[in-house]
C-alpha cells in the first residue's frame, strides 16, 4: 500500500510524496489549491517540477473555460438529480421485453447482477477520481489515458464515450420528438387530423427546445435545476406507469414463457444477447459520473468522493425503485405480448384502453418529454466540452459566448439530421447497449487495477481482472447478437419508422 509523506526540502514543507511499500517515491503532488511562490520555484528539485507546476497551472486553467469543470459549487444533492436525471431513460421502458427473452427467474437474476455489478464500477470510478492528491480525473477520458497510457487509453474510450453521448442524445430526439406527436394526437383528436405535422417537424421541434435550453445553462453546474426537474419527471413516469398497469391488470391470454416468445434454438440465443444488451443499456451513465463529480469542490479535508458518495446512494437506491418494478410489473401484465419495438409507450398506446386512460396517458408522454430534454442537457454537455476544449488547443485563449452558442446550435442540427436519416436508431439499442458495456461493467475495473496496483495475490485483484475481461467479453458477444439480430430481422418497413 502506497504512503503519503510531506517533503521539507527547500523550504517546500507541503510537498507531498507517494511512498510504496520498498520505500521508493512513486508520485510527487501538491495538494489542492496550494499556491507556489516564485522563491519555491527557484528552491525546486529540478525544472522537470517547475515545469510539471507549470503543466498543473495551465490545466487549471483551461478547465475554468470548459462547461465541465468551470464552476464546482455542486453538493450532494445536485448529484443526485444528476444521476438521476441521466440514469433514468426512455430504455428503463423496454426492460420487460429482456424478460420476455428470458423468462423469470433468468430475468430477475440478470436485472440484479448487473444492478449490483454497475454499483460496484460507479463506486471504484467516484474513488478513482482523485487517485492521487491534488490531481483531479474530471472526464471519463482523462481517466483512462492516466490508467491505460495516453494513445491506448484515447483509443479505447474516446469512440465509446462520444458514441454513447451523442447516439443517446440522437435517441432522445427520436424518443422525445416521437412522444410529441403522440401527446399532440392524444390531447387534440380533431385538429390533429386537420394539419397533422410530420414526424420530422416534431423531432425540429424538441431539438429547438433541448438546444434553447443548453444555451441557458452554459456549464454542467448550472443545469442542476433541469435536471432536478427531469429526476422528477423520470421518477415519475416510472412510478405512474407501474401503478396504472397493476391497476389495469394483465392482458387476457397473457403467457409468460420464452421458449413460446421464440420457437429455435438459434433464435432463442440470439435473444437471450439481445435481452443482455437492453439491461446493459439500462445501466448507462457512467461516462458522465466523472463529469458530474467534477462539479464538486474538494480539498484535503474533505474529498468530493464523500459528497458524491451520498449522491449515488441516494440516486440508486431510487432508481432500483424505479428498475425492478417497471421490468417485473411490465412483463407480469403484457407477458409475450410485449411490443418488440417500441417499448412500452407503444404498448401503453396499442394495448389498453384508450379513451379511458386519457389523462394518464398524457401525463406518462408528458413526463417523457421533459425527461428527455432535462437528460438531453447533461449528454450534451460531454460533446460541448470537447467541442470548446479543441477550440482551446486550437487557439489558445478562451471560447466566446457566441462560439459556445454556435457549437451548441451545430451540435443540434447534426444530432437532428442523424436523427431524421436514422429515425430506426432506438431498435439498434442493443448494439449500443454492446458498444457501452465497457464502460459500466470492464474499464473501471480495469482502469482500478492500472492505477491502484494491487498486489497479484490479492482477492481485490483477481475480482477486478475478472470483471473488467468479463465485461468487455460480453461487450463483444452482445454487439454480436445485435447485428445478428439486425440480419435476421431485415429491413423492412417497419423497422425503419418504429413511429
Keep these: 500500500m502506497d504512503h503519503i509523506v510531506q517533503d521539507g526540502r527547500h523550504g517546500l514543507e507541503n510537498r507531498i510524496h507517494i511512498v510504496n511499500e520498498d520505500g521508493q517515491v512513486v508520485s510527487k503532488r501538491m495538494p489542492e489549491n496550494y499556491s507556489i511562490t516564485p522563491l519555491e520555484l527557484e528552491q525546486g528539485d529540478s525544472k522537470d517540477d517547475r515545469n510539471r507546476t507549470n503543466q498543473q497551472q495551465q490545466q487549471q486553467q483551461i478547465d ?46 440478470c436485472l440484479c447482477v448487473a444492478f449490483i455489478w454497475q454499483l460496484y464500477t460507479i ?81 425540429l421541434i424538441f431539438v429547438c427546445l433541448a438546444i434553447f ?98 449522491g449515488v446512494i441516494a440516486s440508486y437506491l431510487t432508481i432500483a425503485m424505479c428498475f425492478f418494478p417497471i421490468a417485473i410489473v411490465g412483463y407480469w401484465t403484457f407477458g409475450n405480448k410485449f411490443p418488440s419495438t417500441g417499448g412500452m409507450l407503444v404498448a401503453l398506446t396499442t394495448s389498453l ?13 408528458m413526463q417523457v418529454i421533459l425527461s428527455c430534454v432535462s437528460a438531453f442537457q447533461i449528454y450534451s454537455m460531454v460533446i460541448y466540452d470537447n467541442l470548446e476544449h479543441a477550440y482551446i488547443n486550437k487557439t489558445g485563449k478562451k471560447c466566446p459566448k457566441i462560439i459556445a452558442i454556435g457549437l451548441r446550435i451545430l451540435f443540434g442540427g447534426v444530432t437532428y439530421f442523424v436523427s431524421v436519416a436514422v429515425p430506426f436508431l432506438p431498435t439498434l439499442g442493443i448494439i449500443i447497449g454492446g458498444i457501452a458495456l465497457p464502460l459500466t461493467f470492464g474499464y473501471p475495473c480495469l482502469m482500478w487495477l492500472a492505477i491502484k496496483k494491487p498486489p497479484t495475490n490479492s482477492v481485490r485483484f483477481w475480482l477486478n481482472l475478472g470483471l473488467g475481461c468479463l465485461g468487455i467479453g460480453l461487450s463483444v ?23
Excluded at 443517446?168 to 406527436?181: N, S
Excluded at 435545476?225 to 394483465?250: D, E, H, N, P, Q
Excluded at 384502453?353 to 408522454?365: A, C, E, F, Q, R
Design 477 to 499: 458477444l452482445v454487439v454480436v447478437g445485435g447485428v445478428w439480430n439486425l440480419v435476421c430481422r431485415g429491413l423492412d418497413a417497419n423497422f425503419f419508422h418504429p413511429h
Design 213 to 310: 435550453v443548453s444555451i441557458l445553462c452554459p456549464n454542467m453546474n448550472s443545469v442542476s435545476l433541469v435536471s432536478f426537474l427531469g429526476a422528477i419527471m423520470a421518477v415519475g413516469y416510472c412510478t405512474v406507469i407501474w401503478i396504472f398497469l397493476v391497476s389495469k391488470g394483465r392482458l387476457v391470454d397473457t403467457a409468460h414463457d420464452p421458449s413460446k416468445a421464440v420457437m429455435s434454438e438459434v433464435g432463442r440465443a440470439r435473444s437471450i444477447l439481445n435481452a443482455l444488451g437492453l439491461i446493459a443499456l439500462s445501466f448507462r451513465g457512467h461516462n458522465v459520473v466523472l463529469e458530474i463529480q467534477a462539479t464538486m469542490p474538494s480539498s484535503p479535508n474533505c474529498l468530493s468522493v464523500k459528497l458524491i458518495r451520498k
Design 123 to 203: 463506486g471504484l470510478l467516484v474513488r478513482l477520481h482523485e487517485s492521487f492528491p491534488g490531481t483531479r480525473y474530471n472526464r471519463y477520458l482523462q481517466l483512462s489515458m492516466a490508467a491505460f497510457g495516453e494513445k491506448l487509453g484515447k483509443y479505447l474510450a474516446i469512440f465509446p464515450v462520444l458514441y454513447l453521448a451523442g447516439g443517446t442524445c440522437v435517441m432522445f430526439i427520436i424518443t422525445g420528438g416521437g412522444t410529441l406527436k403522440l401527446f399532440y394526437r392524444l390531447m387534440c383528436d380533431d385538429c390533429s387530423s386537420k394539419n397533422p405535422l410530420t414526424t420530422t417537424q416534431w423531432f
Design 64 to 109: 475554468d473555460w470548459l462547461p465541465i469543470t468551470q464552476s464546482r459549487n455542486g453538493n450532494s444533492w445536485t448529484a443526485t438529480f444528476h444521476l438521476l436525471c441521466s440514469g433514468i431513460g426512455t430504455q428503463t421502458l423496454s426492460l420487460p421485453l429482456a424478460f420476455v427473452y428470458l423468462g423469470w427467474f433468468w430475468g430477475v437474476l
Design 353 to 365: 384502453h384508450h379513451n379511458s386512460s386519457k389523462p394518464v396517458l398524457g401525463l406518462i408522454y
